[in-house]
């Protein structure tokens, strides 16, 4: 199941930033999806923040950033105007390590690393709708965690493409590959999960 769509047209950041109907949304090739209702689970939550609050401590000894959805990051075609941009989406939790990117609205350009936390109801808009934005924007890696099968599937650019996912249970100590030192201890968030 994808999300579902607003409306039947054509949307850019400059119509997105003005939306005020108290819903969230992404923003896919002009394609506005709605993110709630409803709202993320108890235990999603608890999931993306323990991961927020994992990476965050393990990057305090650097000047990247850390944050959490809802977060928007717009995903500019080759010099597009703000105005213009037709993609921003709102990953549970990303890494940017070019504070460059950072502005008062967010971000402007691909992080480094990004980890959606599925549901039933993201689950294949993840999967099937923003892998290959992140793809096409660069993205160094992101994570997909499948709480309910309990499994992460790494996705890592090489050569400007993703190859073949990687799965892993979640289990033990998972290393972010796009960010030397960095690294998620799944056995402290598993038993949220229970």
């Known amino acids: ?91 549970d939790v990303l890494i940017v390590r070019d504070l460059s990117k950072l502005d008062g609205r967010g971000m402007r350009g691909a992080p480094d690393w990004i980890a959606e936390v599925l549901s039933p109801t993201t689950s294949r808009h993840d999967q099937f709708v923003k892998i290959p934005v992140y793809e096409r924007v660069g993205v160094l890696e992101v994570w997909l965690i499948h709480p309910i099968e309990r499994t992460l599937t790494v996705y890592r650019l090489e050569n400007g493409r993703y190859g073949r996912p990687i799965i892993l249970e979640l289990k033990g100590r998972a290393t972010i590959g796009a960010l030397p030192g960095v690294s998620v201890d799944w056995d402290r968030i598993l038993p949220m999960l229970e």
């Open 1 to 91: 199941m994808t999300l579902p769509r607003r409306d039947a047209f054509h949307h850019t950041y400059a119509e997105y930033f003005r939306w005020d109907d108290e819903k969230r949304y992404e923003l896919i090739g002009g394609i506005a999806y709605v993110k709630e209702p409803p709202a993320p689970t108890r235990f999603h939550q608890e999931l993306v923040g323990e991961l927020y609050y994992q990476v965050k401590v393990a990057l305090e000894a650097q000047r990247w950033r850390t944050y959490v959805a809802p977060f928007d990051v717009r995903l500019p075609k080759a010099g597009e105007a703000d105005d213009l941009v037709d993609t921003v989406v709102q990953p």
